[in-house]
């Protein structure tokens, strides 16, 4: 029987303290068996826009995994994936630039709303310093995951984040309910970013 348990996690935030515990989770989490239709169902999503991802990473002066982007998309704003109606920021509506943190993206030098998917994307990606990554390795992608959402689960409450493991035997409860908050007994209800990758190529998806 898989039960969810908090797993204990480095308080470090470089990659190169973290490679291999990445690797070593990574390698040994199970998605919760309750949880493996919900996570099957996004993995279709991803797959409906496969194409659309793939394109647009082919735009991009590196060598981008598609999966890597509709990673982000998923976790941002997962019912949009598939749909490509908000930011890849933040999940708020592209007839906007965006309101919630990073706020005012895409900026006005790239030009004025409403913006099309590619256009705010691309400028989400660049805004966090991906389009200078050239190691698209599993665990490398699973740091910069985590760094998109934020280190603050692993510094201050040492535990795997829920952003990459939840719906996983890796993690069972904690999580920030809002900016700064934090809660011991809060449930993630949203399927982490590393359950996603480690199904959807189990499945040939990605």
Known sequence: MVTATNTTVSTKTAYASLKDEYAALYARMVVLP???????????RIVHGRARYQAFVATLPVAMP???????????????????????????PLSERTVHYPSGRPPHKVGDPPFTWEVSA???????????????????MLY??????GFGTRRYHQMATPYLWSFSDLYARGKYVADSKWSD???????????????????GAF
Request: hydrophobic content about 40%.
């Open 122 to 140: 691309r400028d989400a990606l660049a805004y966090d310093g991906f389009l200078d990554e050239t190691d698209w390795s599993v665990p490398h």
């Open 66 to 92: 598609w999966s890597f982007v509709a990673l982000i998309h998923s976790m941002e704003e997962s019912t949009d994936v598939g749909a490509f109606h908000c930011h890849l920021h933040n999940g708020d």
């Open 185 to 203: 007994t809060a449930v993630s209800k949203q399927m982490g970013a590393a359950v996603i990758l480690k199904r959807g190529t189990e499945l």
């Open 34 to 44: 309750g949880k493996r239709s919900s996570v099957d169902q996004q993995i279709d």
């Open 144 to 149: 910069l995951l985590e760094k998109y959402n």
